[in-house]
Each structure stands twice: as C-alpha cells, then as structure tokens.
C-alpha cells in the first residue's frame, strides 16, 4: 500500500518534472518566438500549445492562464495583441524557471 503523504518518491518526482520543464521549457520559447517572428503561425501554436500543457502540468496557473490567452490570439490570428502580451508571458518564464532552479539547488 502507497503511502498518501509525501515521501521521498514524491520528491523525486518534483524534481524530475521541474528538470523537465527547465531542459524543454527553452527550446519551446525559442520557437514560439522565432515562428511569430516568421509569422508562422502554426509552428507558434504548437510551441504555445506544448508550454501551456507544461504549466498545467506543474500548477502553474498564472502561466498557464496566459499561454492559454496567446494560444487563442494566435488562433485568432490576432498576431498584434499575441507580440503585445508576449513579454507578459516571457517574463513569467524566467520567474518561473529562477524558481525552479532554486528549489533544485537545495
């Protein structure tokens, strides 16, 4: 029977989904911004799309709710509005990876 409080095996896991997100979480950026850059919306779309399902996956409501707003703006085609929220979401990135980076050299 699995214990339902945390134990090591949790911790492991954390850490191994905060590795993740920080090892995948850059090239995504890279892309959506190159793609927007290029105007390739489609390319975009999936690189919003992978980093928005990354922050559900780790709780992350803020930067999920803002991925989920460009995802739909791109979908829109509202290209504008996307480069005019997108610092907003950069910015989220970094808070969000400085964190990390953080809890794992503890």
Same mark, same amino acid.
């Given at each position: 029977?699995? &214990?339902?409080?945390?134990g090591?095996?949790d911790?492991?896991f954390?850490? &191994?989904?905060?590795?993740?997100y920080? &090892?995948? &979480? *850059?090239?995504?950026? +890279?892309?959506l911004? +190159?793609?927007?850059?290029d105007?390739?919306? $489609?390319?975009? *779309?999936?690189?919003i799309?992978?980093?928005?399902?990354m922050?559900?996956? /780790?709780?992350?409501?803020y /930067?999920?709710?803002?991925?989920?707003?460009? $995802?739909?703006?791109i979908?829109q085609?509202?290209?504008?509005?996307v480069? *005019?929220?997108?610092p $907003?979401? /950069?910015?989220?990135? *970094?808070?969000? $990876?400085?964190?990390?980076?953080?809890?794992?050299?503890h």
């Amino acid at each position: 029977m699995r &214990s339902s409080g945390t134990g090591h095996g949790d911790e492991g896991f954390l850490h &191994s989904l905060l590795e993740i997100y920080l &090892s995948d &979480s *850059q090239p995504l950026i +890279s892309e959506l911004q +190159s793609a927007l850059h290029d105007g390739n919306c $489609e390319h975009a *779309q999936h690189a919003i799309h992978a980093l928005k399902g990354m922050a559900a996956n /780790l709780s992350a409501h803020y /930067l999920h709710n803002l991925a989920q707003q460009i $995802e739909q703006l791109i979908k829109q085609n509202e290209i504008d509005e996307v480069m *005019q929220r997108l610092p $907003e979401f /950069l910015n989220a990135c *970094q808070e969000l $990876e400085d964190l990390f980076n953080t809890s794992l050299s503890h």
